[in-house]
């Protein structure tokens, strides 16, 4: 009966879908031992908060449990390895050198920063402007849910305002094979993040500061894009044609899988780490294999790359709408806050820069509330300038 994944018996128990012997394993498994009733009443506590489903595919809601489950089950080693994840996924923390999991709900008190706040810096949100071919700029945020014809080539694009995303999926078909490629662009700014379908089916998430070129409709040999800034991407499977993601210096050459990428400009490397399936990264110097769980890094400068296994959360908890840091510099933590809040940060000592946490946090949460968490586990202080410039200084 352990064998049983009852981690996903349970969430679907609370939601209604389980079969009537279903419901009977599942009961004779909460009788069997005391912590299993008690994994199954802290699990039953987190699914009436309401908030799982947030930051998750909302082109999929009735798929997003399983498929958050899919990707916290891995690289668990524990019987009630659950607890560590969706805690991560619920509960804002950081803590340093250890990750500690509370499962209880311990909401900030509300409490003054050090320092005056001059503003309340609120997080980012789908925002995005589209680049047609034909000259026109769309900005996103201020059009409703309608069909957006690409005028040069006549093509339509849905637009869907309910889950903040562009679907090229029709245009295929509708207009059949591209006899010329015609290429629209999706420009998402700080504080920012958008979703777009392209013309496979291929689903594409963009964080913030992210430039992503592409075609309305692929051609027959391949289908490449080209991207400037961090997305993750959900290929569609097509053997005959590869999907390839083109960055400054180096390719990354997919069939059919799910994987981030990272090319931001002034970083100095391009980034490809695999969740699932088969990728290569292509560069002047060679081809590289990635296998699940890896991190493939290209050195732009010296063309070197380097692959190294890695905590997966790390690069791809952005796309469910977490923040995650393992033992990570507070210089790398506010880069990521910088590009999502649209702030800028400054050091008053260049030495806290390399000061490491360790955390997770809900990207929904206001910047003052991240950062009462960072004072809060180290002699530090920020200063919210009234220009809304945040300076870092100890205590």
Known sequence: MMSENWEEIIWRALRGECSAEELDRLQDWRNEFF????????????????????????????????????????????????????????????????????????????KELPGPVAKQILPGGPKAVLYLSDGRVVDLNRVADSVIMDGSSGH??????EVNALN????????????????????????GEYMLVLSDGTKVWLNSETRLEYPLVF????????????????????????????MEGA?????????????????????????????????????????????????????????EAVDLKYFTSWRYGTFYFYDTPLSDIVQKLGRWYNVNFKF???????????????????????????????????????DGTIVIYRK
């Not at 929904?364 to 968490?373: A, G, T, Y």
């Open 219 to 246: 051609g027959d040999a391949s289908r490449d894009v080209r991207l400037s800034g961090e997305a993750y991407f959900e290929v569609t499977r097509d053997t005959a044609r590869r999907f390839n993601v083109m």
């Open 35 to 110: 912590g299993n009733e008690r994994v199954y009443e802290e699990m039953e506590e987190f699914a009436e908060m309401g908030t799982f489903l947030k930051g998750v595919d909302s082109l999929h809601k009735d798929q997003a449990l399983e498929n958050v489950l899919k990707r916290t089950r891995r690289g668990a080693v524990t019987r009630f390895r659950w607890l560590r994840y969706a805690a991560a996924i619920l509960f804002p923390l950081l803590l340093v050198g250890t990750l500690v999991y509370l499962f209880e709900v311990r909401e900030w008190s509300g």
């Open 348 to 386: 008053a000592d260049d030495s806290l820069r390399e000061v490491c946490f360790s955390g997770a946090a809900l990207r929904s949460k206001p910047i003052d509330f991240m950062l009462e968490l960072l004072t809060s586990t180290q002699s530090l202080n920020f200063d919210i300038q009234e």
């Open 156 to 161: 339509k694009i849905a637009l869907s305002k």
């Open 251 to 307: 390719t990354i050459e997919v069939t059919g899988t799910s994987f981030n990428a990272s090319c931001y400009p002034g970083d100095g490397r391009c980034d490809a780490v695999l969740e699932s399936g088969k990728i290569n990264l292509l560069t002047d110097h060679g081809t590289t294999v990635v296998s699940v769980g890896e991190c493939a890094s290209y050195d732009i400068a010296s063309g070197k790359v380097r692959v």
């Open 168 to 191: 090229y999926s029709q245009v295929a078909t509708s207009c059949g094979k591209a006899s010329e490629l015609v290429y629209n662009r999706i420009e998402v700014p700080r504080g």
